[in-house]
């Protein structure tokens, strides 16, 4: 769903991770709820680990540098991303 300047997604990950030496940088702030499962996201500043499970949320920045460290391999993990 897109409207004037917001945008969300749902997203569904199994085992999923980013690409050696991938980096998401972009250019809209995006809050980030895990719905269903787990998954870690690094943080390139400061090479921060931050683990997310079912009902834990965070924002992160535009042009803060992250990728998706893993995902849970046993269940799927669903994500509702808000790009602002």
């Known amino acids: 769903m897109q409207s004037s300047g917001v ?3 749902r997203i569904v990950s199994r085992g999923h991770c980013s690409a050696p030496d991938f980096w ?3 250019d809209e702030n995006e809050w ?3 719905l269903q499962g787990e ?3 690094r ?3 400061g090479n921060e680990i ?3 499970t079912a009902g834990m949320y965070l924002n992160i920045p535009a042009h803060v540098q992250h990728r ?3 995902t849970a391999k046993d269940q799927e993990t669903i994500w ?3 790009f602002y």
């Open 50 to 52: 931050v683990r997310l």
């Open 7 to 9: 945008r969300i997604e």
């Open 80 to 82: 509702l991303a808000v």
């Open 39 to 41: 998954g870690e996201l």
């Open 68 to 70: 998706v460290e893993w």
């Open 24 to 26: 998401y940088d972009q």
């Open 43 to 45: 943080f390139k500043e």
């Open 32 to 34: 980030v709820l895990v």
